[in-house]
Structures are given as C-alpha cells and as structure tokens.
C-alpha cells in the first residue's frame, strides 16, 4: 500500500528526487503562499544569505569523509522550501572537477541532517552480496552514526537486488509506529554507504478518551457499506485495525488538499481483504479513521 511502499521505497529514488528538484524551476512569485497542487513543482527556491550559504557546504564537507564521498570541486546551494513537505531546508550538491553531481545533502536549517545520498551507481561491487543481516546492520549503524542520526531497536533489512540493501529504523511513539517516519540507509553490494534519510514530521495532540479497536472495525464496515452497496461488499472484510500516526490525505475526498498535512494525526488503520469480484477491483485497501471521534482521514487503496 502507499504509505508503506514510501517508507520502504529504495532511497536509489532519492538519486533521481534529487535530480528532479535542482531542474524543476521555482514557481512565480507568491505562489510558495499557496497550497500545493499536484502538477505544480513541489519546492520553490528562497533567497539565502551568503553566511548560510558558507555553512551548508561546511556541513557537506563535514559529513562527506565520514561517509566515503569523494572530494569534490565545488558545490551549489539552494534553500528549498517544499511545500508537499511542508519543510525549508538547504540543499547542498558536490560537484567533480568535470562539473557533474556527485552527491546532494539536504539540511534543516538548524543543520540537522535530513537526506544524503552518493549520486551514481555502482556497478558490479557484489563482493559483499553474502554479507550476513548483522553484518549489514553494524554497517547501516555506523553509517546513521557517523552521519549524526541516533537509531535504536532492531531494523528491517531487505535485499533490492543488485541496488544492494535497504536499512529502516521505523518511528514509534509509545510503542505505537509513525508511519513514513524514521531513518532508512541504503548500502551497496559490497557494504559501501549510498544514502540515507530522516523523517521526523510533528505530531497532533492524542485524543483524551480514544474510540476503541471495535468501535474503530464497525466505523470501517459502514464505510465499506457506503462505497460498494453492490454484490462486490460481500468480497470486502476488515482483517485487522491497528492504531498508527499517520498524515491525513486525500484519496477518498477528493476536495482535500493534494499534499499530506504538515502535522501527524493518531489513527486507527483498518486493513481490508479483498475476495471475488472484489478483488478483481480492488487488490488491498486502508481506511484510516481518527482515533478520537472516527471520522475518515484517509488512507490507501491499490487497484
């Protein structure tokens, strides 16, 4: 489903994100007021002064040994404010001596750390592809650490083929998961760092007296009552409701803003199982309801 898949999405992606960003081009004047539209470039760029300027690259030049980037020649920087995000950060891309990308950083403006990633790929390094899982998790570790990211508990590590592993700390609040949220580092073949990211998005106030698991299973049943009245319904079953934060979006209203909102809402997930002439339309299914009053916030749906 989606929220999962961008969490567990490659961070090669983040190459290609990054690409995307430094050739997009800044909307028109005041349009960083208004609400992101899909269609629209997601980041404008801000004015930025050449002290912080200095320091974005300071950062950068910081972090790259620590990470086994390559020196390089010069570097750009831009502050981005990315209004799909919700965030301002400085983007900062190291260049070789032919003038051609070899990384991109992103900071928060009060230098924390928010995105890396070693541009390139790097082919045939699959000397390290039996790398045992706690190898590759020491690895990952002192990759987060040497970049400054704390990590604890135990990750998920999965193989993405010849693009070597993805490493994910997932967020938890009180035990409770925070979808999207965490920090992922992703590694060669060979155990050599290729990017990294952290997401750490506020959180909305917890509701003082939440509905409860069974509340939250019938709330969804009659939401499923309401979009397929037909014969379909009885292939489309709750299987299971956990409680999760999570953004609230758009994809059963389509009158709500395109992008997420900035700040993190308490959810219960319903998960629905699709059977029959169901399934023919609907593969999986996430209906989130506020885990205060129940009401639709959302959720996921794959055809």
Excluded: C
Aim: zero cysteines.
């Amino acid at each position: 489903m989606r929220s999962l898949l961008r969490f567990l999405a490659p961070l090669a992606a983040v190459a290609l994100l990054a690409a995307v960003v430094l050739a997009a081009a800044a909307p028109g004047p005041g349009s960083g007021a208004d609400p992101f539209l899909a269609g629209q470039p997601s980041s404008r760029v801000l004015p930025l002064e050449a002290a912080a300027r200095g320091r974005a690259v300071a950062r950068l030049q910081a972090l790259a040994p620590r990470l086994g980037l390559a020196p390089a020649a010069r570097h750009t920087v831009q502050r981005l404010d990315d209004r799909f995000e919700h965030a301002v950060y400085d983007e900062v891309t190291a260049l070789n001596g032919q003038d051609r990308p070899i990384a991109v950083a992103r900071f928060e403006t009060d230098g924390r750390l928010r995105m890396a990633v070693r541009l390139g790929w790097q082919l045939g390094e699959t000397r390290g592809s039996g790398l045992a899982a706690n190898a590759l998790v020491r690895r990952a570790w002192t990759v987060a650490g040497d970049a400054g990211l704390a990590v604890a508990g135990v990750p998920t590590v999965v193989r993405q083929q010849s693009a070597g592993w993805l490493v994910s700390w997932p967020r938890t609040v009180a035990g409770v998961p925070v979808r999207g949220d965490g920090v992922k580092v992703t590694l060669w073949p060979d155990g050599t760092f290729h990017a990294l990211a952290r997401s750490e998005r506020p959180l909305a106030g917890a509701p003082d007296r939440p509905i409860d698991a069974a509340a939250a299973r019938r709330l969804a049943e009659e939401r499923l009552d309401a979009w397929f009245p037909g014969p379909e319904r009885a292939g489309l079953r709750v299987s299971e409701v956990s409680l999760a934060w999570t953004a609230p979006n758009d994809t059963f209203d389509a009158t709500l803003p395109d992008a997420p909102e900035p700040a993190l809402r308490l959810a219960w997930i319903a998960a629905v199982a699709a059977t029959g002439a169901a399934a023919e339309r609907v593969e999986a299914l996430e209906i989130a309801l506020d885990a205060g009053d129940g009401r639709l916030l959302g959720g996921d749906v794959a055809r």
